[in-house]
């Protein structure tokens, strides 16, 4: 496994976070203002990770919007992924929601993308609704998931089985 660092988003990380972006969802990703915004919105929680050479190589954010968490971003430079950095990153911002007593976490996710389902589906998030033609840049729909309760016994267990799945491969 890679060696990582956790900081919170600063204006720093942006190029390298815009790099990430456009090759992440193409034509129709967030802007560098989209981020600059987010640094000081105080509904949001914005993460990178960083290699031991200091470059961005994943970066995540949620708002936390009356005891929901939002998923607004995640993604992984190309390169890095099926590295187990983004189950590391969902460990993290799963545990800086309980923290902030957050209930639940939900998000919106392309239908077509079946590896970020898998994912998700991973830590307990489950398909809910669909937000018809979604996407700008095919009218793609996006399906509507979210979690159980974050706080009970049976997503901790979930949790607990992912951490110790993650720490075994080290």
């Excluded at 976070?17 to 992440?24: F, L, R, T, Y």
């Excluded at 590391?88 to 919106?108: G, N, P, R, S």
Aim: aromatic share 14%; charged share 30%; glycine share 4%.
């Amino acid at each position: 496994m890679i060696k990582i660092k956790l900081e919170e988003l600063k204006k720093e990380h942006i190029p390298s976070i815009m790099e990430i972006e456009s090759v992440s969802f193409g034509k129709y990703h967030w802007t560098e203002k989209s981020f600059l915004t987010e640094i000081d919105n105080k509904l949001s929680n914005y993460y990178v990770y960083k290699d031991e050479t200091g470059k961005v190589i994943s970066y995540c954010g949620f708002w936390n919007i009356l005891g929901e968490g939002h998923i607004t971003t995640f993604a992984v430079r190309e390169g890095y992924k099926r590295n187990k950095i983004a189950e590391q990153m969902m460990l993290y911002i799963i545990e800086k929601a309980k923290a902030l007593d957050i209930k639940w976490f939900t998000l919106e996710v392309r239908a077509s993308n079946l590896p970020a389902i898998n994912f998700y589906t991973k830590y307990g998030f489950e398909t809910s609704g669909i937000r018809e033609k979604y996407y700008q840049d095919n009218n793609e729909d996006a399906l509507i998931m979210w979690t159980p309760d974050i706080q009970s016994d049976k997503f901790n267990v979930l949790i607990a089985n992912n951490r110790k799945n993650i720490e075994a491969l080290n």
